[in-house]
T-cell receptor, first 116, second 111 residues
């Protein structure tokens, strides 16, 4: 396994268009996280899944944002009707959370979104 | 509420010097995990070092070591013999099922 992968690495779109990003986690990991990161800032948590269940989505930035993890493996993050303020790096991370509470997360390279 | 505070927005040191990045956190849990992550410019976030709260011994990974003071809720990162490749944003994070992030410290190693 080569780690967490994200596709595409870069996306340029026009305002008002919809975009979808994909994340493939490390195969044995049961948790998958989406973050947004703007320049010079730390990761901003958006949502996470445990297996296929989305356990937290209240931090998604608006109802234009949605995420899925249909079979508990890869996940997609969709942004509808993109706005210039959506321009950022979108990070995906995965972890294996057992009973210990250890939540070391492994990150993908990110998808950089530019909305024109 | 669980929080993580990194009080140094930016630091710079000369190559080969030792630098310490500070981190404090707040939690009511007795068992948890602490992490330092590194994010080089335009590159992927990677784990530098981790500490399990129930272990009293400070974690060490080559040139990177931590000073974990559980009672003070302090978790500082020491980088010895700093190298140009250590230039990056460094994030402290605390975990007990959820990962809580600090705002980061931008570290610049000067030649």
């Amino acid at each position: 396994d080569t780690g967490v992968s994200q596709d595409p690495r870069h996306k340029i779109t026009k305002r008002g268009q919809n975009v979808t990003f994909r994340c493939d986690p490390i195969s044995e990991h049961n948790r998958l996280y989406w973050y947004r990161q703007t320049l010079g800032q730390g990761p901003e948590f958006l949502t996470y899944f445990q297996n296929e269940a989305q356990l937290e989505k209240s931090r998604l930035l608006s109802d234009r944002f949605s995420a899925e993890r249909p079979k508990g493996s890869f996940s997609t993050l969709e942004i509808q009707r993109t706005e210039q303020g959506d321009s950022a790096m979108y990070l995906c991370a995965s972890s294996f959370l057992g009973t210990s509470g250890d939540n070391e997360q492994f990150f993908g390279p990110g998808t950089r979104l530019t909305v024109l | 509420a669980q929080t993580v505070t990194q009080s140094q927005p930016e630091m710079s040191v000369q190559e080969a010097e030792t630098v310490t990045l500070s981190c404090t956190y707040d939690t009511s849990e007795s068992n948890y995990y602490l992490f330092w992550y590194k994010q080089p410019p335009s590159r992927q976030m990677i784990l530098v070092i981790r500490q399990e709260a129930y272990k009293q011994q400070n974690a060490t990974e080559n040139r990177f070591s931590v000073n974990f003071q559980k009672a003070a809720k302090s978790f500082s990162l020491k980088i010895s013999d700093s190298q140009l490749g250590d230039t990056a944003m460094y994030f402290c994070a605390h975990s007990n099922y959820q990962l809580i992030w600090g705002a980061g410290t931008k570290l610049i190693i000067k030649p």
